[in-house]
């Protein structure tokens, strides 16, 4: 079983920041992709920032800039650095991952991270 944990979120003025951490635990053999999502009130759940497993990373244009996703593999964890936020950013944060474990491959999902930064 692999479960994914989130933490890191909260209120923050516009102009603010935030660092969303994700960790990973089970029986994973090796991941191959993290991202953050998010979703906001009555909208789809979209990528914000994805890290693959090379080091290869990819933002949403919004977040382009403002946001920078790392990763260490050895711990099997996943943060997201946020500054310079804005009302359009407040969201359920989502870490995701793609990653085979003793059973096969998996797409995982944190249960999700609340942002709120106020208009």
């Known amino acids: 079983q692999v479960q ?6 909260g209120l ?4 603010g920041s935030l660092r969303l951490f994700c960790a990973s635990s089970g029986d ?3 991941i191959y992709q993290l991202g953050w999502y998010r979703q906001g009130p009555g909208n ?4 914000v920032a994805t890290i693959r497993n090379t080091g290869g990373t990819d933002y949403v244009k919004s977040a382009e800039g403002r946001f920078t996703i790392t990763r260490d593999n050895a ?5 997201l650095q ?4 804005k009302a359009e950013d407040a969201a359920v944060y989502f870490c995701n991952a793609e990653l085979s474990y003793t059973s096969g491959v ?13 208009s």
């Open 28 to 30: 994973i053999k090796s």
């Open 75 to 79: 711990k099997n964890t996943v943060n």
């Open 106 to 118: 998996k797409n995982c999902w944190g249960q999700g991270t609340q942002v709120t930064v106020p």
């Open 82 to 85: 946020m500054n310079s936020l």
């Open 12 to 15: 923050v003025q516009p102009g």
């Open 44 to 47: 789809v759940r979209r990528p």
């Open 4 to 9: 994914l944990v989130e933490s890191g979120g």
